[in-house]
């Protein structure tokens, strides 16, 4: 009984695509002498930001948490000539983003108003896509159709034909569609406000394509 003969050829997809979803995420931090302090002055914070974004379209479910910390703070002392440590507090670290359809004129205005309320967070902007799954469709596609292609190639040079394709094996990881004009976390001091007076920033920013690849490998039976 003869062994089947199979092809094995690994195919590449690569796109590009604009983004078209501006994500803000912002940190809030707080130190505090006492846990609960800490705990209630982060709620409180995270509220004065939402009734800042709600007037701009903003659902209040919208402020996403990233990621939320309360870790203890130390300072050190010296006492006759040893140094020792001593609790300060308790400081919050609350990591948060809002996401919109890209606007920089949405962007400019919410920016301003971040800049004028109580709660003066850092910022990082960055832009990414609404329907990453289209996107990593599209990228899959193309990969499979490369692997096709490359054996048929191989196997015509060879003087064999593809007959059933075996198997499809995709790692299933995770691709970053996240672009970041932007590259460090700035203060809404950084930002120019517009020579009108309006109450907005001038945020004239074009984020640069996100190009991203991924890859497959197929199996084909061969005659």
């Not at 003066?120 to 499979?144: C, M, Q, W």
Request: glycine content about 6%; overall charge negative; some cysteine.
């Amino acid at each position: 009984m003869s062994h089947m003969r199979t092809i094995r050829v690994t195919g590449k997809g690569l796109i590009r695509v604009h983004p078209d979803l501006t994500r803000i995420t912002m940190t809030l931090e707080g130190l505090y002498p006492e846990y609960a302090d800490a705990l209630r002055h982060s709620a409180e914070d995270t509220e004065r930001l939402k009734d800042v974004l709600e007037p701009f379209g903003f659902a209040r479910s919208d402020l996403k948490t990233l990621n939320f910390s309360v870790d203890t703070e130390f300072e050190s002392y010296k006492d006759k000539g040893v140094y020792r440590q001593r609790l300060v507090g308790y400081k919050f670290r609350h990591l948060l983003k809002a996401e919109f359809e890209s606007d920089n004129e949405r962007l400019g205005r919410v920016l301003y108003t971040l800049a004028n309320c109580p709660v003066r967070p850092e910022f990082r902007i960055s832009y990414t896509v609404k329907d990453p799954e289209a996107v990593k469709n599209t990228l899959l596609g193309k990969a499979v159709a490369d692997a096709k292609e490359k054996a048929s190639v191989l196997t015509a040079a060879a003087g064999a034909a593809l007959r059933e394709l075996q198997t499809i094996d995709y790692s299933w990881g995770e691709i970053d569609f996240e672009v970041h004009p932007i590259n460090r976390s700035l203060m809404l001091e950084d930002c120019a406000p517009m020579s009108t007076g309006a109450g907005s920033y001038d945020m004239d920013i074009e984020p640069d394509d996100i190009e991203v690849s991924d890859t497959v490998t197929v199996v084909w039976e061969i005659a």
